[in-house]
């Protein structure tokens, strides 16, 4: 005899409550199972880490216009292999000497998808656009006027020679894509709101999109090469969270992302296609060149010392394992200047860098402060540099910007005498205007003018491709001797990509890949 | 009840107006600015000057504020600074995920706390042990690091949940289903941890109050007993863990939504933050403060409901 | 506090969760001497790699070493940790406690910004603090604790209240102590368990915020646990291991974090209630069993409790709480049970209805009422009894009421169990009830909820619940203990009446004039024994076990104008404690060896319809 008989019952209440709690974990689970839904060939889905602003070619960040590529059909296109083919305009050429007119000649009965003509006055209205709208690249057309000759034919005069001016108006840079005399009418209105204006094989779809989480595209049905509509459908998904990337790819959810190097091992035994092309030179921006705020950086002897004293292929082995290759140039090998000469011209040395400090008067090494910033692997990189540096006494202090307004801000402000940075191995001549000449502000943050340099450039610039080459290798030459920076690694530009699709392929002409190239294997 | 909804709707004002004036200063403290995050790395600083000043961003802080206040208090917030969208539509397009995610956790944490709590009550022993590891692992287990083990789990080993984004409900039931299941036991199963403790508790201290042994003693079988009378004592507490668990996830949403990629309005709270996108972390600020107050006079009411001493 | 440390010294689960958190503080403090790198110093070569000689626990991005960091990081995330703690600390308890002692306007002001703090999303001003401070962990942190402070305040306001309402910090108030005083001396230690949970509790959600802080790669930029678990999810596809090391430290901290505040809290719940729970004395033989009680039943018995013995599981043991209690008792009658608390009395009466406490069984003997052997009866047999043929009244009347319904819906609620009537001819006859119990206006009582009414009300409503079966039988448990003494007698009026009526009582009482006033028959009960059973009028006048008595001499109503009333010295021993012998031998004056030998049996007593439990009757 015991209590159970006597006491209340309650053990089927309690079996009662286990069970409902279980089977609610379980129901979870028990849903249909799901297929792996492999992409289809009628939509790609690819993903982005950061959303973009607005949708205007004319005024975007160049970082985004994978958006814009898609419905904005460029003058010229940009092939994977870096070479530059028609796409709006059929044909160009140079008009007389020092590369200052482009004349180009339109593809005709190309209409935008809002029904608007392709034409002279269309693609002039565009560019002028482009030219005056702040936009971030607006500099690159500054001073440049256009002449119509003819309905599908026109000519752009420039203030300043531009050997690569057919590059910079391909989709790989905004001001090359054209929007519709409709869409110019109102710019404020190009945003995520509204449909695009553009060309392209796709146009945007705002019902589907959800803004900075994904954005749909559709087909453009005026769209003029059907062979290279590749899809139905275009959806860009904004996954900041690299594991949730690889996850979706894994599961069918992406086709191709955008990554870094810390998941190509996941990604490549998950199956993924790994694309990765060295073309972002990492390393330290030595900016206070002139010694305004950190005397020492006046020294040559002192920058030389820098780049001797750091161990830049165990920085980039560590870093980036094998994705990674050590520089000591600001262009890749293959690349318009790059100089075989000087490919190991500061070996790994601390005892020659020390001799050269002690030489300068620092036998003890200085302290030097350093901009990094949390993205971009700008932190790891200045770590790794405070630490290679720390054997030969220099000590950097790095403080680290969490995001990107306050990063340049501190680059040109004058606070700084060094950055951390990144910039991807494009032509010397843009080099010139972006990185070394003293305009070039985000990244030449001091200002530092030097004639020689200057010259050099100038003449490259107006300078027939055939005598150009030899001018960017002095170029090159000139910033390595004079030790403007402390290259370190070329970072990969990693595209990790589903088996399903094919045509993800970049090159030394080309870092980026452009979504327009990829198709369904 | 009407008293207590007329006196939380009291509150509500000043306190929006705080939170609404609280954001807007800190918000403007936030170094760097809007226009320079609009126009990216390579703007010149005429650009960002000229931005600005389109904006309005270089007008007094008290007349921004005023304005903002004008317009929102005719139900306008704001066009986001980043985006040029309507605040209010990136907000509409985030807030049924968000609270679909909520919701659904809620319900998840509610109904798995109290049948744990309640189970572990009645039967104690291995149970109660048990309820007791879960929740304390529920305290002490990082949520990103099991939502990790659950995707790996249960959508790349075992391919049974998409393992990132949201289906809303209007384009497929069934999809928005499968796309809630990982992150809502995510968010929802450390959830359960406190219910089920306060549930245990609260029905072991009503099994030991004098009326259920009177009860008992009256006849009323077990099932009512339990039922009708000890859940119904021991359920205001529980509903004001609910609350608080409601409040928590509202910050917990942050991260599950990265993970899982899901737009919800954590994630736009985080970005806005980084772009410096004011309008749009005020009314963020502004509807997360709403719903905390909306979800804190549903609890009174429910304890008014429960609890007569209360009411009368 | 002293107790409470002892009393948290016997969780073992506790005091090594304590000796392990104190390891990690140590461990951090001395990072410079047992690390066996520098926290930042660079092996590039091992860049990402797992375990090894060089670096037991692998080695992060730049081949910095993982056990290092872990030891240095500690550092930086407990400091955070530590600033969390010492602002929420700082900033909830001081309004906690004087809104509890004060009250009023404070009180007032200081629940309102509780409410207000409540409503801001922590989230955003997280964020927006971090965006200001970009990477400063302690900064945001330390809003974290600002922000959840207001909890604090309220949790340690209503700790206050309740200190403050006690009588010596009332009579400390009353002595004209000054508030600083009486708030240091009195109220801070009172409320320091409740503090110590608390904050622990939240420590360990600080130890999470700054995790996460890492994860999301907002937090600090020196080596910390929230970095490590950054670093390891950012390089979860090339070196899933590293997730290993700062997850099992991160949640072991927490864990032990939260054991620690467990045995606090648990440790202080003790000091408060006297009561132990979770440690076991070593175990123990149960003590011997009772001798059974074979008197001859009464053949005309409406009930007939026959050697009836049950045991508890205390220690893991199942004891003997009561045993080898016989009575019975014939319709009409009324039999009243006294003794001491711990006597065994309520277990007795709740035996009765079949109803005994988790873990209780009935190892001898049985109920029998009417024809049902209430020990044997099924389920469904048992409840159709209880509140049916046998009414149960409640020792306290306002929580024997659940506070959640009228006090209507509950005599109703009986009603419909036992009658099986509607809904509407169920209130009927509840209100009926009501009247039947002498309440002066029923439906107003009907609609009251427990606490609108008075001690009084409320039996009387307990009362109508148990007539609502019609009850043959009636079990009342002290029915007036917790009541005035004029409300005692109105309820004793209404017992002698149902009597009168023909229902028979057991009335459970300490009170010898009560039971004189209703009962037939008294029941001595001691230590889990019956001693003596009597008429009431031949018990009180020559009680013949030496309890009964003391019990007698003791009672206030036979105290003697001037004369110290004479107290039985000595307290009931525990069912686990209880001797072999005579129960009651150590409080014995007459005790000899005979009495300790061995079980003393109830015998019957010459005069008739006596019996009782004692070596020496005959000798005395």
Redesign the interface.
């Known amino acids: 005899m015991n209590s159970a008989d006597m006491a209340p019952r309650r053990s089927w209440f309690t079996v009662a409550c286990v069970l409902s709690a279980v089977a609610l974990a379980l129901s979870a689970c028990t849903g249909a199972t799901r297929k792996a839904d492999s992409a289809t060939s009628t939509t790609l889905t690819f993903g982005e880490q950061q959303a973009p602003p607005s949708l205007n070619p004319g005024s975007i960040d160049v970082g985004f216009v994978d958006f814009t590529m898609l419905s904005y059909e460029p003058l010229f296109y940009q092939n994977p292999d870096g070479t530059v083919g028609p796409a709006l305009a059929e044909s160009w050429k140079y008009a007389g000497e020092g590369n200052k007119q482009l004349d180009v000649v339109l593809r005709g009965g190309v209409t935008f998808s809002d029904g608007d003509p392709v034409d002279a006055d269309a693609v002039i209205a565009s560019l002028e656009y482009s030219r005056d709208s702040q936009g971030n690249q607006s500099h690159l057309l500054a001073g440049a006027t256009f002449v119509k000759t003819g309905d599908t034919t026109f000519s752009i005069k420039l203030a300043t020679p531009d050997p690569v001016l057919p590059t910079i108006l391909t989709q790989a840079y905004g001001i090359g894509q054209i929007i519709s005399p409709k869409g110019l009418a109102k710019p404020a209105d190009l945003t995520l709101a509204n449909a695009t204006h553009g060309a392209g094989p796709y146009v945007f779809d705002p019902a589907q999109s959800v803004s900075g989480d994904h954005y749909t595209y559709t087909a453009n049905p005026a769209y003029y090469a059907r062979d290279r509509q590749h899809y139905r459908k275009v959806v860009i998904r904004i996954i900041q969270n690299q594991q949730a990337a690889v996850n979706a790819a894994q599961t069918g959810q992406l086709d191709v992302f955008k990554g870094d190097y810390s998941f190509a091992a996941q990604a490549r035994s998950a199956g993924l296609q790994v694309v990765a092309n060295p073309a972002i030179m990492n390393g330290l921006n030595l900016i206070d060149r002139d010694g305004t705020i950190a005397e020492p950086l006046a020294d040559l002897r002192v920058r030389q010392a820098i780049n001797y004293a750091i161990d830049r292929d165990a920085v980039t082995k560590a870093l980036l394992g094998e994705y990674g290759t050590a520089t000591q140039q600001t262009v890749v090998e293959g690349a318009d200047g790059y100089s075989a000469k000087l490919a190991d011209r500061y070996p790994y040395d601390p005892a020659k860098a020390k001799q050269l400090l002690a030489e300068a008067g620092y036998p003890d090494g200085f302290e030097l402060p350093v901009l990094a910033a949390v993205f971009a692997g700008f932190k790891d990189m200045g770590e790794a540099i405070a630490g290679q540096l720390a054997q030969v006494g220099i000590v950097l202090k790095v403080d680290t910007m969490t995001d990107l307004p306050s990063y340049i801000d501190n680059s040109t402000n004058g606070k700084y005498p060094a950055v951390v940075f990144g910039y991807p191995s494009y032509p010397i001549y843009l080099q010139g205007k972006d990185l070394f000449l003293p305009g070039s502000k985000s990244f030449n943050g001091f200002g530092t003018a030097d004639a020689k340099l200057d010259a050099l450039w100038a003449k490259a610039a107006a300078a027939p491709d055939t005598e150009r080459a030899a001018l960017d290798v002095q170029i090159e030459e000139y910033l390595v001797e004079n030790a403007w920076y402390a290259p370190v690694s070329y970072t990969p530009v990693m595209y990790f990509a589903r088996t399903t699709v094919s045509g993800v392929a970049t090159s030394v002409g080309a870092p980026f890949a452009s979504p327009t190239d990829w198709s369904a294997a | 009840m009407i008293r207590i909804v007329l006196r939380r709707l009291a509150?509500a004002i000043?306190?929006l107006l705080?939170?609404s004036l609280?954001?807007f200063v800190?918000?403007d403290?936030?170094?760097?600015?809007a226009a320079?995050?609009?126009?990216?790395?390579?703007?010149?600083?005429?650009?960002v000057t000229?931005?600005t000043e389109q904006l309005g961003l270089n007008r007094p802080l008290p007349v921004r504020y005023g304005s903002w206040l004008a317009a929102a208090l005719h139900g306008d917030l704001g066009t986001s600074i980043?985006?040029?969208?309507?605040v209010s539509?990136?907000m509409l397009?985030?807030f049924p995920a968000t609270v679909s995610l909520i919701a659904g956790a809620v319900l998840?944490a509610g109904?798995?706390g109290a049948?744990?709590g309640?189970?572990s009550a009645?039967?104690?022993g291995w149970?109660g042990r048990a309820v007791d590891v879960i929740a304390?692992?529920g305290?002490?287990?990082?949520?990103?690091?099991f939502a990790?083990v659950l995707?790996t789990l249960?959508?790349?080993r075992l391919?049974?949940?998409?393992?990132?984004?949201?289906t809303p409900f209007t384009d497929s039931p069934?999809g928005w289903?499968?796309s809630l299941?990982l992150p809502?036991?995510t968010l929802g199963?450390p959830a359960a941890a406190p219910v089920a403790k306060q549930t245990r508790d609260g029905v072991l201290t009503e099994l030991g109050?004098?009326?259920v042994?009177?009860?008992?003693?009256?006849?009323?079988?077990?099932?009512l007993?339990?039922l009708k009378?000890v859940l119904?004592?021991a359920a205001a507490p529980v509903v004001t863990v609910l609350g608080i668990v409601v409040?928590v996830l509202?910050?917990g949403t942050?991260?599950a939504e990265?993970?899982?990629?899901v737009?919800g309005l954590?994630?736009?709270?985080?970005?806005a933050?980084?772009?410096?996108d004011i309008p749009t972390?005020q009314a963020?600020?502004v509807l997360?403060?709403v719903i905390?107050?909306v979800v804190?006079l549903l609890i009174e009411m429910v304890y008014a409901m429960?609890?007569?001493?209360v009411r009368? | 506090m002293n107790g409470v440390a002892a009393r948290f010294a016997r969780r073992p689960l506790a005091v090594v969760s304590l000796g392990y958190l104190l390891l990690v503080v140590a461990v951090t403090l001395f990072a410079g001497r047992i690390a066996p790198y520098p926290p930042d110093r660079q092996d590039l070569g091992a860049a990402l790699t797992g375990p090894s000689r060089a670096h037991l626990l692998g080695a992060g991005e730049l081949g910095r070493d993982v056990l290092s960091r872990m030891i240095y990081g500690g550092r930086a995330t407990l400091l955070a940790v530590l600033v969390t703690m010492v602002v929420f600390t700082l900033a909830g308890v001081p309004a906690g406690i004087l809104a509890g002692y004060r009250g009023g306007r404070f009180d007032r002001f200081v629940l309102t910004s509780a409410d207000l703090m409540f409503a801001i999303p922590v989230m955003i001003v997280l964020l927006v603090v971090l965006a200001i401070f970009p990477n400063n962990e302690v900064a945001a942190m330390a809003v974290s604790g600002l922000l959840g402070a207001p909890g604090l305040a309220r949790v340690v306001r209503s700790a206050t209240l309740g200190v403050r309402e006690e009588l010596y910090v009332r009579a400390a108030v009353a002595s004209g102590l000054r508030d600083t005083v009486i708030l240091r001396r009195h109220v801070l230690p009172r409320v320091t368990g409740t503090i110590l949970v608390q904050v622990s509790m939240f420590g360990a959600g600080a130890v999470l915020l700054e995790t996460g802080l890492g994860f999301l790669g907002l937090g600090t930029t020196a080596a910390s646990w929230g970095n490590l678990v950054g670093e390891a999810s950012r390089n979860l596809g090339t070196l899933p291991w590293l997730l290993i090391p700062s997850g099992v430290l991160i949640i072991t901290v927490i864990l032990a974090i939260n054991l620690v505040g467990d045995g606090l809290r648990d440790a202080l719940a003790e000091r408060q209630n006297g009561v132990t729970t979770g440690t076991r004395r070593p175990a123990r033989t149960p003590p011997a069993a009772s001798t059974p009680d074979d008197t001859p039943p009464a053949p005309d018995a409406l009930l007939e409790v026959r050697d009836l013995t049950v045991t508890l599981p205390i220690d893991g043991v199942p004891t003997e709480v009561i045993g080898g209690v016989s009575f019975d008792l014939r319709p009409g009658e009324a039999l009243g049970i006294v003794g001491e608390s711990g006597c065994g009395k309520t277990v007795t009466a709740s035996a009765l209805l079949g109803l005994l406490p988790p873990g209780a069984a009935i190892t001898r003997g049985g109920v029998r009422f009417r024809d049902t052997d209430l020990t044997r009866a099924s389920a469904a047999q048992a409840r159709r009894i209880r509140g049916g043929a046998i009414g149960w009244i409640s020792q306290d009347p306002i929580a024997g009421l659940d506070p959640s319904f009228t006090a209507g819906a509950q005599v109703a609620e009986a009603v419909r169990l036992h009658t099986g009537c509607g809904r509407r001819e169920a209130r009927r006859k509840a209100l009926d009830l009501l009247e039947r119990v002498r309440l002066t206006d029923p439906p107003r009582v009907y609609r009251s909820y427990p606490h609108q009414l008075s001690g009084g009300m409320a039996q009387r409503v307990g009362i109508a619940a148990a007539l609502a079966g019609d009850p043959a039988l009636l079990i009342a448990d002290e029915p007036t203990t917790a009541l005035d003494v004029t409300v005692q007698a109105e309820i004793l009026d209404l017992l002698r009446e149902l009597r009168r009526a023909g229902t028979a009582i057991v009335l459970i009482t300490h009170d010898w004039g009560v039971l004189a006033d209703l009962c037939d028959t008294a029941v001595v009960m001691y230590a889990g024994q019956v001693v003596e059973r009597a008429p009431v009028a031949a018990m009180v006048a020559a009680p013949v076990h030496p309890y009964t008595g003391a019990l007698l001499r003791s009672d206030p109503h036979h105290a003697v104008r001037g004369e110290p009333l004479p107290v039985l010295a000595g307290a009931v021993p525990a069912p686990a404690d209880r001797p072999t012998g005579c129960h009651f031998q150590n409080r014995c004056p007459r005790v000899t060896d005979g009495c300790r030998d061995r079980p003393i049996a109830i015998r019957p007593l010459p005069e008739g319809d006596r019996t009782a439990r004692c070596a020496r009757i005959g000798a005395i």
Request: hydrophobic fraction near 55%; avoid cysteine.
């Open positions: 509150v000043p306190v705080l939170v609280i954001t800190l918000a403290l936030v170094p760097g600015d320079r995050s609009i126009l990216g790395a390579n703007a010149t600083d005429a650009q000229a931005l980043f985006t040029g969208e309507p539509r990136a397009d985030r998840l109904l798995l049948g744990l309640i189970a009645l039967r104690g149970l304390l692992l305290m002490a287990v990082p949520g990103f690091w990790l995707v249960f959508a790349v391919p049974l949940f998409p393992a990132t984004g949201y069934v289903f499968e299941v809502v036991l199963i109050r004098p009326y042994h009177v009860l008992r003693a009256r006849g009323v079988p077990e099932r007993v339990i009378h119904r004592n409040v509202l910050g942050v991260l990265s993970v899982f990629v737009p954590g994630g736009l709270a985080v970005s933050t980084a772009a410096h972390i963020i600020a997360f403060t905390v107050m804190n429960v609890n007569p001493k009368t």
